[in-house]
């Protein structure tokens, strides 16, 4: 069974930095699609950013040139810089790795445990 550990939430001033980090574990194969989900209190999880196993990436509007994802493929890690944070970014953050490629017939999708940023005015 996969399973995707998230690191590196914590509180930060208006301003400063986090980087947070996504660790898939289990027997995996590949992974189509790495990226991160937040959500804060009252809201719907929403994206955050995307990136494919050949580098392609994708950001929501909002953290467009603040936030940088990567990701290691032989290590099936995904990481987030995140810079000039501001209180909106305030939310749960969620690891989530799309088509994974397992033991099963069929690729699966998983989703990390959360952890939770915090960013003060």
């Known amino acids: 069974q996969v399973q995707l550990v998230e690191s590196g939430g914590g509180l930060v001033q208006s301003g400063g930095s986090l980087r947070l980090s996504c660790a898939a574990s289990?027997?995996?194969?590949?992974?189509?699609?790495m990226g991160w989900y937040r959500q804060a209190p009252g809201k719907q999880r929403e994206l955050v950013a995307t990136?494919?196993?050949?580098?392609?990436?994708n950001y929501a509007d909002s953290v467009k040139g603040r936030f940088t994802i990567s990701r290691d493929n032989a290590k099936n890690t995904a990481s987030l810089q995140m810079n000039s944070l501001k209180p909106e970014d305030t939310a749960v953050y969620y690891c989530?790795?799309?088509?994974?490629?397992?033991?099963?017939?069929?690729?699966?999708?998983?989703w990390g445990q959360g952890t939770q940023v915090t960013v003060s005015s």
């Open positions: 989530n790795a799309e088509r994974v490629w397992s033991n099963g017939p069929i690729p699966a999708d998983c």
């Open positions: 289990g027997t995996i194969f590949s992974i189509y699609v």
């Open positions: 990136i494919t196993s050949g580098g392609s990436t």
